[in-house]
């Protein structure tokens, strides 16, 4: 299984101009799998970083409104795509220039791979 991600990442940063990294982590910003070329920023794949879905999506719901499926941030130089599959948080950390709808759509890409890892994690809980 871990040599899955790296082919995927592989496939799609031919397809995605930009993509620099794909982080599935738990909801804590633990990372389960990953990978990442050299120019991804380090900040990006640290799990205080990748926990900001689950802050996210917290502060949300005490606004009213039901929990997030995506959270699209965009900076200056970066642009992070977070997709709920919980217990999973799928993260692409892409140039901000990179097309976020194209971002959106590898989560068809990851569906076989998230149902493995969600039943190993469910598992270990």
Known sequence: MPRI?????????SQV???HAIVISDRDGVPVIRAATES?????????FLATFSTGTEQGSK???????????IYTSYQVVQISKLP???SFIAT????????????????D???DIKAAVEITH
């Open 63 to 73: 606004l009213g409104l039901s929990r997030n499926k995506v959270i699209v941030s």
């Open 17 to 19: 101009d930009g993509l």
């Open 96 to 111: 901000s220039k990179a097309n976020t709808g194209v971002l959106l759509s590898l989560e068809n890409e990851l569906k």
């Open 5 to 13: 991600i790296p082919q995927i990442f592989s496939k799609n940063r």
């Open 40 to 48: 991804c920023p380090e900040f990006a794949l640290r799990p205080g």
């Open 88 to 90: 999973l948080v799928i």
């Open 113 to 115: 791979l998230l149902t």
